[in-house]
C-alpha cells in the first residue's frame, strides 16, 4: 500500500519563474492538503482540496494554486517566485468523511529560490 | 488567528530521561495531534486526542487534550536515542495548524 508520493524532491528556481509540484495521496484517501514548511518551523496551511475544489486556504497569497484531478491526485502551482518561497513543500492526504485530522504526509518536496 | 504556541523550542537530554513539552492556543480546538518529524521526511503522526480531559498513550508515550480544549501535552518516557527529532503539536477544527516544534536531542 503506497503512502503519501510527491514530486520532484529537490528543486531549483530563480525568482520571477514558476513551479509545479505533484502529489498523489495515499490509497483511499480522497483529500489532500498542501503545507509550506520554512526552515526551523512548523508546517504552514496553504489549502485543502476535496472533491477537485479548493475548501479551505490558508493565509497565501494568490500566486498559490493548485489542482486536484478524479484520481485524488493533486498539484501545487506557485507563480512569480520570491526568495521567501524556499521551503520545503509538504503534501498530506486524509479520508474526508472521517474528519479526525489524521493527516498522512509525504516527504516532501525541497524548493529553493535564487 | 489560530496560533498555537509550543515549548520548549528544544531540550538536551540524557537517554533514560522522561520528556515533556506542551502546546497552547488562544482558540478552541476539536482535536490535538501530535507529530514527529525526522531529517528529510515529513511529519508522522504519533497520538491523536478527540475529547476534552482525554488522556491517551502509545507505547512510552502520553497525551493529554485540555480540558478548556485550548492546550495539550505530551510526555516521552525512558527516553531513547531514536527519539531524537522535532515533535510538533497540531490543533484540528476544519484544517490543521501546527506549533512551531520542539527539538529534542537525546545523549547516550
Known amino acids: 500500500d503506497a503512502g503519501v508520493t510527491q514530486s520532484p524532491t529537490h528543486l531549483i528556481k530563480t525568482r520571477g519563474q514558476q513551479v509545479t509540484l505533484r502529489c498523489s495521496p495515499k490509497?483511499?484517501?480522497?483529500?489532500v492538503s498542501w503545507y509550506q514548511q520554512a526552515l526551523g518551523q512548523g508546517p504552514q496551511f496553504i489549502f485543502q482540496?476535496?472533491?477537485?475544489?479548493?475548501?479551505q486556504r490558508g493565509n497565501f497569497p494568490d500566486r498559490f494554486s493548485g489542482h486536484q484531478f478524479p484520481n485524488y491526485s493533486s498539484e501545487l502551482n506557485v507563480n512569480a517566485l520570491l526568495l521567501g518561497d524556499s521551503a520545503l513543500y509538504l503534501c498530506?492526504?486524509?479520508?474526508?468523511?472521517?474528519?479526525?485530522?489524521?493527516?498522512?504526509f509525504g516527504e516532501g518536496s525541497r524548493l529553493t529560490v535564487l | 488567528g489560530q496560533q498555537l504556541n509550543q515549548s520548549p523550542q528544544s531540550m538536551f537530554i540524557q537517554e533514560g530521561e522522561d520528556v515533556s513539552m506542551n502546546c497552547t492556543s488562544s482558540s478552541i480546538f476539536n482535536t490535538w495531534l501530535w507529530y514527529k518529524q525526522d531529517p528529510g521526511e515529513g511529519p508522522v503522526l504519533l497520538i491523536a486526542l478527540y475529547k476534552a480531559g482525554e488522556l491517551t498513550s502509545n507505547g512510552r508515550l502520553t497525551a493529554q487534550f485540555g480540558i478548556t480544549r485550548k492546550d495539550s501535552f505530551l510526555n516521552i518516557s525512558a527516553s531513547i536515542p531514536s527519539d531524537v527529532g522535532i515533535y510538533f503539536c497540531?490543533?484540528?477544527?476544519?484544517?490543521?495548524?501546527f506549533g512551531a516544534g520542539t527539538r529534542l536531542t537525546v545523549k547516550p
Open positions: 482540496y476535496y472533491e477537485e475544489e479548493e475548501r
Open positions: 497540531a490543533g484540528h477544527n476544519n484544517d490543521m495548524r
Open positions: 490509497s483511499g484517501h480522497d483529500t
Open positions: 498530506a492526504s486524509s479520508f474526508r468523511r472521517l474528519n479526525t485530522g489524521e493527516l498522512f
